[in-house]
């Protein structure tokens, strides 16, 4: 069936784009184009080729444009959209899309983020600590940028650490991808707050997430106008029809 055995994912794609406005215009960051394709056809060729049984849009902003673009168009897998009618937010917008989904666990996506890793031992070892929920972690060489992941002894998630432009060091991040049980949805349904990361997260209590550093994994997102023009070294080459 494939790595991830058929698991639901949400793909994040509503947000602004407000860094990468002066390249975009009003193009939505999903559909960015990385080797002459929208990123969001390789993102669904990766869930698909993955064994995702289905892919969830959550969208927002630019809506009209994401649902223009995959109508009319062979889709690797299937899609449902769910378009929220004000911004929520990340956390906002999953509470809207979980409901369209019907797996456990389910997998939470950033919309601008590509990560290859080994999602089978990600999913197995989500399974196998029978937390709420399970972060995907890659190491980098400078976390200032991104905020860092620290860990408990029992590979539990410590703490979140703000972005902090002082601190270049290397460590773990949060990769883009987390898997939540059936009891981590209930939980975010009954939180409150805009920010998935420090609104819901952030607050769960002690050992609630495993964080699953995922070793070799290759990582970027496409949120500024440098990392969205060196994406085209990492994801895929442009495929011929």
Same mark, same amino acid.
């Given at each position: 069936?494939?790595?991830?055995?058929?698991?639901?994912?949400?793909?994040?794609?509503?947000? /602004?784009?407000?860094?990468? !406005?002066?390249?975009?215009?009003?193009?939505?960051?999903?559909?960015?184009?990385?080797?002459?394709?929208?990123?969001?056809?390789?993102?669904?060729?990766?869930?698909?080729?993955?064994?995702?049984?289905? @892919?969830?849009?959550? /969208?927002?902003?630019?809506?009209?444009?994401?649902?223009?673009?995959?109508?009319? =168009?062979?889709?690797?897998? %299937?899609?449902?959209?769910?378009?929220?009618?004000? %911004?929520?937010?990340? @956390?906002?917008?999953?509470?809207?899309?979980?409901?369209?989904?019907?797996?456990?666990? /389910?997998?939470?996506?950033?919309?601008?983020?590509?990560?290859?890793?080994?999602?089978?031992?990600?999913?197995?070892?989500?399974?196998?600590?029978?937390?709420?929920?399970?972060?995907?972690?890659?190491?980098?060489?400078?976390?200032? !940028?991104?905020?860092?992941?620290?860990?408990?002894?029992?590979?539990?998630?410590?703490?979140?650490?703000?972005?902090? *432009?002082?601190?270049?060091?290397?460590?773990?991040?949060?990769?883009? $991808?987390? /898997?939540?049980?059936?009891?981590?949805?209930? $939980?975010?349904?009954?939180?409150?707050? *805009?920010?998935?990361?420090?609104?819901?997260?952030? =607050?769960?209590?002690?050992?609630?997430?495993? @964080?699953?550093?995922?070793?070799?994994?290759?990582?970027?997102?496409?949120?500024?106008?440098?990392?969205?023009?060196?994406?085209?070294?990492?994801?895929?080459?442009?495929?011929?029809?």
């Amino acid at each position: 069936m494939g790595d991830l055995e058929g698991v639901d994912a949400v793909i994040l794609a509503g947000g /602004l784009g407000t860094r990468i !406005r002066g390249v975009l215009g009003d193009l939505p960051k999903v559909l960015a184009p990385v080797n002459r394709r929208p990123f969001l056809d390789h993102l669904l060729d990766q869930l698909a080729a993955l064994g995702v049984g289905r @892919a969830i849009l959550a /969208l927002g902003v630019g809506a009209d444009r994401v649902l223009a673009h995959l109508a009319g =168009r062979p889709l690797p897998l %299937p899609v449902v959209s769910v378009v929220e009618s004000a %911004p929520l937010g990340t @956390a906002g917008a999953l509470r809207l899309a979980i409901a369209a989904g019907t797996t456990d666990p /389910l997998l939470v996506l950033n919309g601008d983020t590509w990560l290859e890793a080994d999602f089978a031992a990600f999913l197995a070892a989500h399974r196998a600590a029978a937390r709420l929920g399970s972060l995907l972690c890659v190491g980098v060489e400078d976390v200032a !940028r991104y905020g860092r992941i620290d860990t408990a002894p029992d590979g539990t998630v410590a703490r979140f650490v703000e972005k902090d *432009p002082d601190h270049r060091d290397p460590g773990l991040i949060h990769g883009g $991808a987390l /898997l939540l049980s059936r009891a981590g949805l209930g $939980a975010l349904a009954g939180a409150c707050g *805009p920010s998935l990361e420090r609104d819901f997260l952030a =607050r769960l209590p002690p050992g609630s997430l495993l @964080a699953h550093a995922a070793a070799g994994a290759r990582f970027i997102d496409i949120g500024t106008p440098d990392s969205l023009a060196r994406a085209g070294t990492v994801l895929p080459g442009e495929t011929t029809p």
